[in-house]
């Protein structure tokens, strides 16, 4: 779904660079919930006459949108079913980006159907992998390897985790702030 979003900012922004009337596209419509969106007519009504001027955002939403859809399944055959029909549909699509996307979801089926399976995803794996690689960033420069992982260890760890000794959390005003830790 994350990837599905990406697609649909990047073909807003093609959109309004295309379209060059300096315009912006309300972005903010296309990722409002279904509930949100049914409470307030006004918002429903712009994006309608925005997927009209822009019948291209129109196709990308719709893939958005089943996308959601197929996650929604009850079971692994209905998820399996409800992806293939959104593979057929961006098959038929007449852009060649659509199709390329459609590709990766025929290369990554076996995956995205391991939802079905034990409804687990791999979102906190990939935030962990933000997490550290951020880590990283910070710590340019960083002689010592064993403190660059303690740090990455420290920043990943839940809190309830993290046992620090009492040298550490007496004395200073700093380490008293982390009291709560130990």
Not at 76 to 81: A, I, L, P, Q, V
């Amino acid at each position: 779904v994350k990837d599905a979003q990406k697609k649909l900012r990047e073909s807003i922004k093609i959109e309004e660079e295309v379209t060059n009337n300096n315009k912006k596209i309300p972005v903010r419509l296309f990722f409002l919930n279904g509930k949100k969106l049914l409470k307030e007519k006004k918002k429903v009504k712009k994006l309608y006459k925005t997927l009209k001027e822009h019948p291209y955002l129109k196709e990308y939403y719709r893939y958005l949108l089943m996308l959601k859809w197929m996650y929604k399944a009850e079971t692994y055959e209905e998820g399996k079913r409800r992806l293939h029909i959104l593979i057929g549909m961006m098959e038929e699509s007449e852009g060649p980006q659509v199709w390329r996307w459609a590709k990766t979801y025929i290369r990554w089926e076996k995956e995205i159907l391991q939802y079905f399976v034990n409804r687990t995803t791999t979102a906190k794996v990939e935030g962990h992998h933000t997490h550290i690689k951020l880590i990283k960033r910070i710590s340019f420069g960083f002689k010592e390897v064993l403190r660059y992982t303690k740090k990455v260890l420290l920043g990943v760890m839940p809190e309830r985790f993290i046992k620090l000794p009492n040298f550490i959390t007496e004395g200073t005003t700093y380490c008293k702030q982390l009291s709560f830790l130990s």
